[in-house]
């Protein structure tokens, strides 16, 4: 009966806020975010949950783009909803009932990126909702924390690459 009334007194909202400072351009973060096929070489759903399968509707990227999974915990749809030079928004669909609003914002700041990812959702399931809401904000900082150490081993690997890439034809040019 306790744990009855203590469901019913907590909030069914969660908000996760994560953010992480990058060595790459905020086009090479842009890349990598704005579009729902490159999310593959950065989200870790699949070591989160391995039965976790993924459909990337066209267009991939921009306003409008969506994907879709399915797992042994349920589906969801992502949606984007507002893609700039320095953000993307996009709103998440759990089990058809459920929604998160989430942003991921990629601001210079000198020669590095602060990224942040913010997430705030709510679970609508009557008299437990509170403890999934609770659940769901507890996996997704881990998630969400995770994803961002992705993004900057990613963009920092890529902008080394670039880097080396520039360095080698340079030095192909001026041994001619």
Not at 16 to 28: G, L, P, T
Not at 99 to 104: A, M, S, V
Not at 164 to 176: H, L, N, P, Q, V
Request: hydrophobic share 40%; glycine share 6%; charged share 15%.
């Amino acid at each position: 009966m306790i744990s009855l009334v203590i469901g019913l007194m907590l909030s069914p909202q969660y908000t996760v806020h994560k953010s992480i400072k990058v060595n790459a351009s905020s086009a090479e973060i842009a890349s990598l975010v704005g579009d729902f096929s490159q999310w593959p070489k950065w989200q870790p759903w699949q070591a989160v949950d391995p039965s976790i399968k993924f459909i990337i509707a066209e267009p991939s990227q921009g306003v409008g783009a969506h994907q879709f999974w399915q797992s042994r915990f349920g589906e969801g749809e992502m949606t984007i909803t507002q893609l700039d030079n320095t953000q993307l928004s996009f709103n998440i669909l759990f089990n058809k009932e459920h929604i998160t609003q989430g942003t991921i914002r990629y601001l210079p700041e000198g020669d590095n990126v602060n990224i942040e990812c913010s997430l705030n959702g709510e679970v609508n399931t009557p008299i437990i909702g509170g403890y999934l809401a609770l659940l769901s904000q507890y996996i997704l900082n881990n998630t969400v924390k995770l994803a961002l150490n992705n993004i900057k081993t990613h963009a920092q690997l890529a902008t080394k690459d670039k880097a080396i890439a520039t360095d080698d034809s340079e030095s192909s040019s001026s041994e001619s």
